[in-house]
């Protein structure tokens, strides 16, 4: 519990996850307005183009894995691993810790995210008078999924951080995934491509795709995912020197 | 007494290079160590396996008499500071002590406390990447301290200070350990801890080449002790029957060699003899230093 308030004190303290928020508030105003002003009303009709176009607050989830990655790269990257395993010699720990906050922190940037995109998103919608023919389920499928999506995002960030631990290489490998490996992959081979974590998490908020998996399949990839990732990053990092 | 630090035959292998090679040594309660040798020589390494965040390839090291990661809430007991630059820039360095301090449940009071310690009190909200390299050190070493240890654990802490700030190191070492605690201090450069320490240990090329005091260690490569007595010939012939050669300088005292100050001190003390003048002389600590640490160490 010690290393966890510690560890919520370094996502605090530093002006990177402030960042990362004002991008993700900013991105997500700029899509949602325009967007929900700009479209033609054709495209606002169905259940689907509704839910798609209020599921845009799962980009929220690019951010928290990020934020995610930061956990242990930026340890790396400064030496401050050095003191934080002085101070805690048991990596199981300061993994279960950093994992924990990259959940909670990516419960945030969901919640943030995904809350902008979708109030101001109805509420611009009503304006322009489109009949809202999402289901109150539905709507409570959007929301709990990009949530709690994006709190997985937070894991799977934290466990390629411990993986990879040069925080250019793991941003990059994390940013190629998921906008060009998993695109190509699902456009190709959507059979495949449904259950690679991007997309697993996608089918979380309910009917935006055709081809997803259904969400709670898809809940369940995405926890496995982000466990593997972290039984990965776990063990490398026990067995890894602190130089 | 059991030793606050023990290494056993500890050895660490990077590929093809054996970066620490059967290293032991033990250093004791309420001393201050060197822990001496050139850039390279394995001192940063030992440390790391000392601390628990390197893996021994062999052999073992404990501090308080178990391994670092099997001690309780080692932070406690430790204080350890290994690089002068371990900070998140953006990070104030009152933050940077508060996580630290948070992870073994310290409260913030004991921050400020060792804030005040080390005088950086005015510049704890600031970030650290406006520090100093003085005030990254001192930072350093206040994290070191937050846990109110009995051993503190330096690597080159004297590294980039100016004169003011080795002395003001030096000082606040002196001060540690006066109250029994103990210091384990590496650095390339001798002169910085000469003044500082009790006893070092050097090492080369990973194997440990010398342990001593430094009186002992300057005797021992070609240094002499001088005395000046009035009776200089009495004094040599009681000298001579202990085995200790001995000349004439050319201001008529005489120089024992191979031998320390308390020996030649001892004997003339056992044999009546009056003492006027007893330093231990001849090769400075650097000759000696360079002596032992240019040597090629068998492969």
């Given at each position: 519990m ?14 990177t ?10 991105l997500?105003l ?18 689907q ?13 690019v ?42 922190s990516?419960?945030v ?8 995109v ?5 509420m611009?919608l ?22 709690v999506?994006?709190?997985?995002w937070?894991?799977v ?15 990059i ?32 908020m ?5 081809k ?10 995405v926890?496995?995912?982000s ?17 | ?17 054996l ?58 007991r ?17 933050d ?12 913030d009071?004991r ?8 005088e ?33 654990v ?23 350990a ?6 384990l ?63 004439r ?16 001190g001892?004997?003339a ?7 006027y ?9 650097e ?13």
């Amino acid at each position: 519990m010690n290393q966890l308030r510690a560890e919520l004190l370094k996502i605090r303290s530093t002006r990177t996850t402030i960042g990362l928020l004002v991008g993700l508030i900013v991105l997500a105003l700029l899509f949602t307005i325009l967007t929900c002003t700009l479209s033609p009303m054709s495209q606002l009709l169905t259940e689907q183009d509704q839910t798609s176009l209020l599921s845009f607050g799962s980009i929220a989830g690019v951010f928290a894995a990020l934020a995610g990655v930061m956990l242990f790269t930026s340890e790396y990257r400064f030496g401050t691993i050095r003191p934080t395993s002085l101070f805690n010699p048991s990596r199981n720990r300061i993994f279960v810790s950093k994992f924990t906050a990259g959940v909670l922190s990516g419960f945030v940037f969901g919640v943030i995210g995904e809350g902008l995109v979708f109030s101001i998103g109805l509420m611009i919608l009503k304006i322009r008078g489109v009949s809202i023919v999402m289901s109150g389920a539905n709507m409570t499928e959007l929301l709990v999924g990009a949530v709690v999506g994006t709190a997985l995002w937070g894991a799977v960030g934290v466990g390629v951080g411990a993986i990879v631990p040069n925080q250019v290489g793991a941003v990059i490998s994390l940013l190629a995934w998921g906008f060009v490996v998993e695109n190509l992959v699902f456009g190709f081979l959507p059979k495949i491509g449904r259950f690679l974590p991007v997309h697993a998490s996608d089918s979380m908020m309910g009917p935006i795709e055709d081809k997803l998996l259904p969400g709670n399949v898809g809940t369940l990839v995405v926890v496995a995912w982000s466990l593997v990732l972290a039984i990965i990053g776990m063990a490398l990092l026990k067995r890894r020197d602190v130089n | 007494m059991s030793s606050v630090v023990q290494c056993d035959s500890l050895s660490k292998r990077y590929g093809d290079v054996l970066a620490v090679d059967d290293l032991t040594f033990a250093i004791e309660a309420g001393t201050i160590t060197g822990f001496l040798g050139p850039n390279g020589a394995g001192k940063s390494t030992t440390l790391r396996m000392l601390l628990g965040l390197a893996k021994p390839s062999a052999g073992h090291a404990t501090i308080f008499g178990s391994p670092y990661d099997q001690l309780e809430t080692p932070a406690l007991r430790i204080g350890a500071v290994l690089e002068a630059t371990d900070f998140h820039p953006g990070r104030s360095g009152r933050d940077h002590l508060r996580m630290l301090s948070q992870a073994v449940g310290l409260p913030d009071a004991r921050v400020d406390e060792v804030l005040t310690l080390v005088e950086l009190q005015g510049a704890a909200r600031r970030r650290v990447k406006g520090y100093s390299l003085g005030m990254r050190q001192r930072l350093g070493l206040a994290a070191a301290l937050l846990g109110n240890p009995d051993l503190l654990v330096l690597d080159e802490p004297a590294n980039g200070l100016d004169p003011e700030g080795v002395r003001w190191l030096r000082d606040f070492l002196r001060a540690f350990a006066s109250g029994g605690r103990t210091v384990l201090i590496s650095s390339h450069v001798l002169a910085e801890v000469a003044q500082t320490v009790d006893q070092i240990l050097i090492i080369n090329h990973g194997r440990l080449v010398a342990e001593s005091t430094l009186d002992d260690l300057t005797a021992r490569v070609g240094g002499a002790v001088r005395v000046q007595s009035p009776e200089l010939d009495k004094l040599a012939e009681t000298l001579g029957r202990e085995g200790i050669v001995t000349s004439r300088s050319n201001d008529h005292a005489l120089l024992a060699k191979g031998t320390t100050r308390e020996r030649v001190g001892d004997l003339a003390l056992a044999a009546g003899i009056a003492i006027y003048e007893l330093v231990t002389e001849g090769s400075s600590l650097e000759e000696v230093f360079l002596d032992l640490t240019s040597e090629e160490v068998p492969q």
